[in-house]
């Protein structure tokens, strides 16, 4: 079969958790966001490929940065949310196994520490084994 519309559009990302605690200054915020591996997403072997796990770590890790800033906005000046443009400046991803279609795959998203002009993110892709439901870490 070839692809059809759906194949091509992207991924139904959804928020499967969210940890604002870095919003009060108490740890790192850690937002949770879940995704289909659609077939646009595969490599020609038939994982998820590793330019699509990096986008996800790129953009979810990001959009977890604003979320624990517009928190953290909202708790001292509920009048006033600026969010600020952002770049990444570097981003290094270790793959450690191959993401499968059929699971949803999760992207762990952390604001590890916030600076006046540069913020350090991380993030986990992981799926749960079916059986034990233990996470499998795809990359990092």
Known sequence: GGFGADD?????????AASLAGAAGSGPGVVTFAFDVRPSLLNPV?????????????VLSTIAHNAVEVCRQLTSNPEMVQISGTASVSLNVEFLAAGRPG??????????????????????????????????????
Request: aromatic content about 6%.
């Open 46 to 58: 038939g994982n998820l490929h590793g330019g699509a796990q990096a986008t996800f770590v790129d």
């Open 103 to 140: 699971a949803p795959v999760f992207a762990e998203c952390t604001v590890d520490r916030a600076g006046r002009r540069l913020v350090f993110l991380g993030a986990d892709l992981y799926q749960l084994e079916a059986s034990s439901g233990k996470r499998n870490v795809i990359s990092r």
């Open 8 to 16: 091509l559009a992207p991924p139904n990302v959804s928020v499967h």
